[in-house]
């Protein structure tokens, strides 16, 4: 089928859609309809978890005008090209290939005369054996000694990403032991960053990697820098403690200052890169091999889903629909990630950049302006902490805020307690059910002040526990999300120019060579 | 004089200020015009720092009618009735004396029969006087060995603040020898919180905070259990290991299950007692009495500033004024707060509590429903991570997000190097210096995917350093700004009733006490 690119606003079925009369989110919630609908509103994902979307502001014919939006903005067949190796990031004429790092969804993929995913997978093997030496104590420090720390130097998709991954299995690793090695992460150009995470590590036993595509990113070169200074004073040789990610033409892939490079390519964006070598490298070196393997599984799995030209099969298309609805149609301008779960809790850091990156888009993909508004401010924090911090807002303020909750049946520690008759697990999914409920029903009051109005919708994603696969397929549903919404707003949600104008500006500060306000700031800020 | 209590949308001055006309940020911003700007819209703040509002949407007209705003609302005249003791917080019929913490602004104020200023300092010389002896080995464990960590446990108020100023000073305190105790913090009711934070301790040199003002918040009780059992299975007596701050009338006050309890009061809301004793045992434990001390006298600082009628001495009120015109007059629906400093990690999201917990609100004071939108959604990540995650949106999104900068001219540790010419710390400055202008200037390019709009709004708070007197200043300058938003929207900033029926409801799961949606919610997270 021929594959045409149409803003959302000259969609017959988008203007049908903003006509579908509204649901009355309080109504449809209450009593047995309510109970009927958190039955049945509900799209099996991988790794037997389900999304939820009885609390989003849907009814049979919200979800008809959803489902012609779909067909008639081709998001099916947008996907097919895209995992087929159309240049779909068409700003920076790049295929767009991160679903090849963890599957063959459709065709083989040729780009610069190799299979990619070939090419993917050998990284990943060439990763698991590098790990495997180093956990084996085949690949050690100068003394001979084991590495027990790894250290990430990166920033923004080599950084948020892969800690947030970290963080998430952190603990589920120490319980299965599988934890090889602590991670630690450097980031920032502020300096007290990299002397912060250095304070607080054995150098000699850490092994660093490097992670810039480019092999040109300031900030990260920067923080190398620092580590090589760090590794020198304490007498040892940089480059036995230090391995690259990298593309195979930056200056560093050659380079005889690391043990080891890995390679990624210019089509995977940096937000997208969790399943590449950028992740792969940290998180294998943290767990050991098999559980990326098994992350990478659950992201396959939760991808295929992706394929189906059925919504209702397809909870990251589905997803997607809603968000546009809520945005477009609804008029809400922000969307809260709220996991309850501690272990994710830098998962809605690393949504922030993958959406805020990728559809904070005012253009097409044809470089002309949009009438409509496109992606929305993301953020949030785990519940229950969110629950005493900003939900005051979210249940009472003056403006609507969609919320995306994701919710555990079982905790990852084997540890816990009972007070007051129940677990805190069963407290804290507890909490969620409540939360739901509370944002979409609401409760009268005649205080004006405990009253709450309620139709503030919201959807579950409900699993098992936070393991390597469910945290995949959690993953994989919000990066296909992403991109089926930046199909529907005829965005291209694999460019970020307009991060651009700040890199130009901030060269010019530092060689001296600024006018007018710039200077001023520049000279206040004593540079 | 007589303060009247009037909304926002009744105020002739406001009326005035939604015709005055707009101003063109670009157009301002840009060359000779732009530098003045920048040298002439600043405010000195305590502690040698200064509020720069150059390139916030504002001009000699606007300032006229925010300042005739400012006169009609009676901000400074709410001000000194709050601080002198007056019952702010009508919901809870509560006086607001947070101010008091740290010095005295006015008349002495007594209440519950007490001087509350003596009150508090009282509660801070015990608390001095407790930590100077756990740091001499006066006070020890059971084995008479010192204690070496010091771990807060509570959620809210007494976590995001807390640890958002531990995390602050941290590495400062190292440098600067008064790093005493390592602090952790264990919030979340998800037992993987409690475990994971006692994972990484030793439990047998470590004494914990327990932090809940009634002494009944669920979460804080339940990980308290989850600590007493940690501490009994390492045959240890759990109450020569803890400290409760709590109200005097609550079940912990006179508890023989604590080596010692300190104590706040309800005139101190959880989201504003960081200067309180909730911030005050942790803080004077991990650096010191006399470090939590340069806190307090940079906050006491900084509050007197909040007194000045006149707006142009009073960064607060002006940076209230301006946001409230932002977000009522030109309709900016969020804010970001962006703090170039990772000691700043967790800044934002303790602002992301104080302001939309105290601001978020749909009713005034009178418990009437207002007819304007209230507090913004808050949201920020540490620059420069934050330039290569969301950014992309800020720049070239739909929406225009007003941006709070805040700078320091020096880092807080001893280490910096020097890559391409420049210190890292000067690449810091430099980016926000560049991001300023990039956001408010943009640039035009016939490429409209790398065109920049500008007329992006931002202020920026420059300081020397982070350090424990800098950082009172800054905590003191946004609890006012909230404070006088919350006049200027005629809301009750010090209640948060929008959390109790998320809380009733979940009692209600865990009694198995429900029916309709909120039943089947519970059955599939198998509650």
Redesign the interface.
């Known amino acids: 089928m021929m594959i045409t690119w149409n803003n959302l606003d000259t969609l017959a079925s988008f203007k049908e859609l903003s006509q579908v009369e509204k649901v009355n989110l309080v109504e449809v919630?209450?009593?047995?309809n309510?109970?009927e609908?958190?039955?049945n509103y509900s799209v099996p994902m991988a790794e037997g978890m389900?999304f939820?979307y009885?609390?989003r502001p849907i009814d049979d014919k919200v979800m008809a005008a959803l489902t012609k939006l779909a067909e008639e903005a081709q998001l099916t067949e947008k996907f097919e090209a895209l995992y087929n190796g159309e240049v779909i990031n068409t700003?920076e004429k790049r295929l767009v290939l991160h679903h090849l790092t963890r599957g063959q969804l459709g065709d083989a993929v040729v780009a610069d005369g190799v299979d990619k995913r070939t090419f993917y997978t050998d990284q990943q093997k060439k990763i698991a054996d590098f790990a495997n030496k180093v956990h084996a104590g085949e690949i050690t420090n100068a003394a001979g000694e084991k590495f027990t720390t790894v250290v990430q130097i990166g920033?923004?998709?080599s950084?948020?990403g892969p800690r947030a991954m970290y963080l998430a299995l952190?603990?589920w690793a120490?319980i299965n032991h599988t934890l090889k090695m602590e991670a630690k992460f450097i980031?920032?150009?502020?300096?007290?960053?990299?002397?912060?995470v250095l304070?607080t590590i054995d150098v000699a036993h850490s092994i660093f990697v490097l992670v810039s595509k480019s092999g040109t990113t300031?900030?990260t070169?920067?923080?190398e820098?620092?580590v090589k200074?760090a590794l020198k004073n304490a007498g040892l040789d940089a480059s036995k403690h230090m391995i690259a990610v990298t593309s195979e033409t930056s200056p560093l892939a050659k380079s005889d200052d690391y043990l080891a490079a890995f390679f990624m390519d210019d089509y995977i964006g940096?937000r997208y890169s969790s399943t590449s070598a950028v992740g792969g490298a940290v998180l294998s070196l943290a767990f050991g091999p098999e559980v990326f393997a098994q992350f990478l599984d659950g992201a396959a799995e939760e991808d295929k889903l992706g394929k189906n030209k059925d919504v209702l099969k397809n909870p990251a298309m589905l997803d997607a629909l809603i968000g546009v609805y809520e945005r477009n149609v609804l008029g809400y301008?922000?969307t809260a990630v709220l996991p309850?779960?501690?272990?994710l809790s830098r998962f809605p850091?690393h949504l922030?950049?993958l959406d805020?990156?990728s559809?904070?888009?005012?253009?097409n993909r044809f470089?002309?302006?949009?009438d409509?508004?496109?992606?929305?401010?993301?953020?949030g924090?785990?519940?229950?902490?969110g629950?005493?911090?900003?939900?005051?807002?979210?249940?009472?303020?003056?403006?609507i805020?969609p919320l995306q909750f994701v919710?555990f049946?079982n905790?990852?520690?084997d540890?816990?307690?009972v007070?007051?008759?129940?677990?805190?697990?069963?407290?804290?999914?507890?909490?969620?059910?409540?939360?739901?409920?509370?944002f979409?029903?609401?409760?009268s009051d005649d205080?004006?002040?405990?009253?709450?109005?309620g139709g503030r919708p919201s959807s579950?994603i409900?699993g098992d526990q936070v393991n390597p696969k469910t945290l995949g397929a959690l993953l994989s549903h919000f990066e296909n999300k992403v991109m089926f919404q930046g199909f529907l707003w005829n965005v291209?949600s694999f460019?970020?120019?307009?991060?651009?104008?700040?890199?130009?500006?901030?060269?010019?500060?530092?060689a001296h060579e600024t006018?007018?306000?710039?200077?001023?700031?520049?000279d206040?800020?004593?540079?």
């Open positions: 919630m209450s009593g047995d309510g109970a609908r958190v039955k389900a939820n009885a609390a700003g920033i923004g998709g950084d948020l952190e603990n120490k980031s920032n150009v502020d300096p007290d960053d990299a002397a912060g304070n300031l900030e070169l920067t923080n820098s620092f200074d940096g301008p922000s309850y779960s501690q272990a850091a922030q950049q805020m990156e559809n904070g888009k005012s253009v470089g002309e302006p949009v409509y508004v496109t992606g929305p401010i993301i953020f924090e785990p519940g229950t902490n629950q005493h911090s900003f939900y005051q807002l979210l249940h009472q303020g003056t403006d805020v919710g049946k905790n990852q520690m540890t816990d307690v007070i007051q008759g129940s677990t805190s697990q069963q407290k804290l999914c507890a909490n969620v059910a409540a939360q739901i409920v509370a979409a029903c609401g409760k205080n004006r002040n405990k009253n709450f109005e579950i409900i291209n460019d970020q120019e307009g991060v651009q104008l700040g890199k130009v500006l901030a060269k010019r500060v530092l006018d007018g306000a710039l200077k001023v700031y520049s206040l800020l004593n540079i």
